[in-house]
């Protein structure tokens, strides 16, 4: 065995001793609140929505158990008339699918990602259904006016909460070299429901040289953003992960998105880069959007429609810049 498959297995096997602790402590953690709240919405409800917004879905997916999030999740893309692709998997570490759609002829291809999954006990509002929301409207907006020269996949992956376990199986089952030539990079939606700024997080100064990150400094100043005031790039995140990282592992460009409110900006750097400490404050006691990270709190109303609809922008942004590029 080379010196790098050694490591990436030693990593594979980190991630799946971690991905079972993540899910065993949100068990705990959330016992005492008993069960989640009945789903604000039903699918019927859903479907009679006019123009269903992020939020709407948060509603329809939050509080239910995740093989109806996978369920619920490819009816809803079906019924906006966009093409899935089912992929389901079965592993020791647990089962799920993987659902994508693909808009615009490529050859490059920009992934984007979220994940229809949530840790027991919460509603999994802003982790993640909110990113299912944003990246279904998303699609429809595409569909109507796709890219010329760019495929943009948007990627719905099962398991992330054990430790991107849906991604992991995707990257795993694709060819590296392949997957590394026909990618631009790939943005994973995390926590996307709460603020009033993006962040870019496991940015490297090797990274920022790439046409991903590139493009988003164009997008965000075509948007009227300013760096380090309302869009920031953070550096490699210790302990949190999401689905861009198995792709990362290949040496394809990828970083996670969050929204975040520019008045914690400070008390969330001490938490996310403060170790082991860091993370055992307890939840109430974090800043936001870690207030509700992982609780019972985590319910579609504390979802707040201007970041969604700025995060959907900014995305559509981006993958029009990057369908520029000759």
Do not use: K
């Not at 001793?17 to 039903?42: E, K, Q, S």
């Not at 329809?60 to 019924?79: I, K, Q, S």
């Not at 999954?117 to 907006?141: E, F, H, K, Q, Y």
């Not at 040289?209 to 590139?214: D, H, K, S, Y």
Request: aromatic share 6%; charged share 20%.
């Amino acid at each position: 065995m080379t010196a790098e498959r050694a490591r990436l297995w030693r990593r594979e096997l980190r991630r799946v001793v971690g991905g079972a602790l993540n899910v065993t402590a949100a068990r705990i953690m959330n016992r005492r609140h008993g069960r989640p709240r009945p789903p604000g919405l039903d699918l019927a409800a859903y479907r009679a929505l006019a123009a269903p917004t992020p939020r709407d879905l948060a509603e329809l997916l939050a509080g239910r158990a995740n093989r109806a999030r996978a369920w619920l999740t490819e009816e809803v893309l079906r019924a906006a008339g966009l093409p899935v692709e089912r992929q389901p998997y079965r592993t020791i570490e647990g089962a799920g699918v993987n659902l994508f759609v693909d808009l615009g002829p490529g050859p490059r291809t920009l992934v984007l990602a979220a994940h229809h999954d949530a840790v027991p006990g919460s509603p999994g509002a802003n982790d993640n259904a909110a990113a299912v929301g944003i990246l279904r409207t998303l699609g429809a907006r595409l569909a109507a006016r796709p890219p010329h020269q760019l495929r943009v996949r948007l990627a719905f992956f099962g398991g992330e909460e054990r430790a991107m376990l849906g991604s992991r199986i995707y990257v795993r089952r694709n060819d590296p070299v392949a997957l590394a030539r026909a990618l631009v990079g790939v943005v994973s939606l995390e926590l996307c429901g709460i603020g009033d700024s993006l962040a870019l997080w496991d940015v490297t100064p090797a990274l920022e040289a790439t046409p991903l990150l590139r493009a988003w400094i164009a997008t965000m100043n075509a948007l009227g953003y300013r760096r380090d005031e309302t869009y920031h790039f953070a550096e490699p995140v210790p302990f949190f992960g999401s689905d861009h990282r198995p792709f990362v592992d290949r040496g394809i460009a990828g970083v996670g998105l969050t929204a975040i409110p520019r008045a914690s900006m400070e008390p969330l750097r001490a938490f996310i880069y403060g170790g082991v400490r860091g993370i055992l404050v307890p939840p109430a006691r974090r800043p936001p959007p870690f207030t509700t990270y992982h609780t019972a709190g985590d319910a579609p109303e504390t979802l707040e429609a201007p970041v969604l609809a700025a995060v959907e922008t900014a995305l559509e942004v981006l993958v029009r810049t990057l369908d520029a590029v000759p």
